[in-house]
């Protein structure tokens, strides 16, 4: 039996809410590594009933804990397949799929198989995996999550204070992870994950890599591009990361978010005075919810974040959110009880574990980047973070600058290739959008510097990740034809924002 239409609709949008967003080995050494003899991957029906009612199907691709003891541990893979539906004759391969994080599963993010275009559904097998150490793979970490920043529910924000409290919860978080996955975590680093993606390439019997990634996939896709130059069809990096940048340099998309949400009121005027007028309240007092919990200002603010990158649900998530705070501070006696049991829906209140912070978060970039920050180093970053970001600046720029704590004497295997990399002639669509509210659009125009043979398309707006993400079709269209064709478009290209031409519900 087919699921439902509002079965299919429900998985995506919770999937889409819970996102949003490196000495160095020598890419010349392995520029003449010849193709390992790999097994093919043996599919079958996905356990997750979920998946296997959209027709996915699961595999596990058994790989070297450490790359240079074959014969040594392993970890398991797991892998997930949604098959192409055109001929034998229309079929190009496979594009493999990273959503990012670092440390977001793929089984998380397969929905986005099915919202790709008819055109490359026919051609493309879609495959995605959980890296070494997430989700579904075996071994993986387990208990290293923490909860959001504590930040105060009233008054004015010390962020000092808060990036005090936060080194210390990270440093005693982090090492305890470590301690309990003191093995694993060396190996989880971006370039094990790139050796682990070319050997899914050679189990799929693909010749070159067709990929796709968003956020912290396109590090892994730089990474491959480094590493395995002749190895590549086609890259689309989308929503990327900064590949010049160290450690420190990431703090910078902490001041994404304001941007994203500037936007996202100059599209929205109507919701300027709500928002403004919610957050002034709020900061004074919280709601007291009919479950006894309180509703703080971080409750209204850690979900707009992540709502405003995702153009399919942003406008209506995003408004609804806004005036259901608003309803229930000043809104008729029978408004404000039912915006009240409303706000006790998970979707409109502040997560409880932090994506940024952390876990593989952490366990991965701090593998990437062998710099370390000093505590006053971190001080006197954040002060700029939060003058040029003054509404979510310190939230996120609390966890990147504290990020590493904990991970000062954990040795760095392999750091990720930093640019520049004129060497690569490397086929790549760099896309993003102007306003992003996780990736600010500089870093690829960055990515373009380092790659000089690849070409930009940025859209007007503040998606993350726009392919399948973004409303107009000029989109879809131009991503379409590169992955179709492997042919990179004779010069940058741009494309107009469009405002959707249906809201979806809110569940």
């Known amino acids: 039996m087919k699921p439902s239409a509002w079965g299919r609709l429900s998985w995506i949008c919770k999937a889409m809410v819970l996102l949003p967003g490196l000495a160095l080995l020598s890419p010349l050494a392995v520029w003449g590594q010849t193709e390992q003899s790999l097994p093919s991957l043996q599919w079958q029906a996905c356990q997750d009933e979920q998946l296997a009612s959209f027709g996915y199907e699961c595999a596990t691709l058994i790989r070297p804990l450490r790359r240079r003891e074959p014969d040594g541990p392993k970890v398991e893979l797991a892998v997930f397949r949604l098959s192409a539906t055109g001929t034998a004759k229309e079929r190009i391969g496979t594009v493999f799929f990273n959503p990012g994080g670092p440390g977001q599963p793929g089984h998380g993010s397969a929905y986005k198989g099915m919202l790709l275009p008819d055109e490359i559904r026919r051609a493309f097998d879609f ?19 923490v909860p959001m920043p504590r930040r105060p529910a009233t008054g004015p924000v010390d962020w000092q204070r808060v990036l005090s409290q936060r080194q210390l919860e990270l440093t005693e978080r982090n090492r305890d992870c470590i301690a309990r996955h003191r093995a694993l975590i060396p190996e989880m680093g971006t370039v094990e994950a790139a050796h682990d993606l070319d050997a899914l390439r050679q189990s799929v019997g693909d010749d070159r890599l067709t990929f796709w990634g968003v956020s912290y996939g396109t590090v892994i896709g730089s990474t491959y591009a480094a590493l395995f130059p002749g190895r590549v069809r086609a890259l689309v990096l989308d929503g990327s990361v900064d590949p010049w940048s160290d450690l420190s340099g990431l703090r910078l998309s902490a001041t994404a978010p304001d941007d994203a949400i500037r936007f996202f009121l100059q599209l929205n005027p109507d919701l300027k005075v709500p928002l403004q007028a919610s957050l002034a309240r709020l900061e004074q007092e919280p709601l007291i919810l009919p479950d006894g919990s309180l509703y703080t200002r971080w409750d209204l603010l850690d979900p707009l974040v992540n709502y405003l990158p995702q153009s399919r649900i942003s406008g209506t998530y995003g408004r609804t959110l ?7 501070l000043v809104g008729a006696p029978a408004e404000q009880t039912a915006a009240l049991e409303t706000l006790q829906h998970p979707l409109l209140r502040s997560p409880e574990h932090d994506l940024l912070a952390a876990a593989g978060f952490a366990a991965v970039t701090c593998q990437d980047f062998p710099q370390r920050m000093s505590p006053r180093q971190q001080a006197a970053l954040l002060g700029d973070l939060t003058r040029q970001a003054p509404i979510y600046g310190g939230s996120i720029g609390v966890n990147f600058l504290a990020l590493c704590s904990g991970y000062e004497d954990l040795k760095v295997n392999t750091p990720v290739p930093r640019a520049p990399f004129p060497q690569r002639d490397v086929s790549g669509l760099i896309t993003g959008s102007s306003w992003d509210g996780a990736t600010p659009w500089i870093w690829s125009t960055a990515m373009a510097r380092a790659f000089p043979s690849m070409r930009t398309l940025q859209v007007v707006g503040n998606e993350h990740g726009i392919y399948t993400n973004a409303q107009t079709p000029c989109v879809e269209k131009e991503v379409s034809r590169y992955l179709l064709t492997a042919s990179v478009p004779p010069r940058d290209l741009s494309c107009p924002y469009v405002k959707p031409a249906e809201q979806q519900s809110f569940p």
């Open 127 to 145: 495959v995605t995996w959980d890296p070494r150490g997430l989700g579904q793979s075996r071994p993986a970490l387990s208990d290293c999550q």
């Open 322 to 328: 806004i005036e259901t705070v608003h309803q229930a």
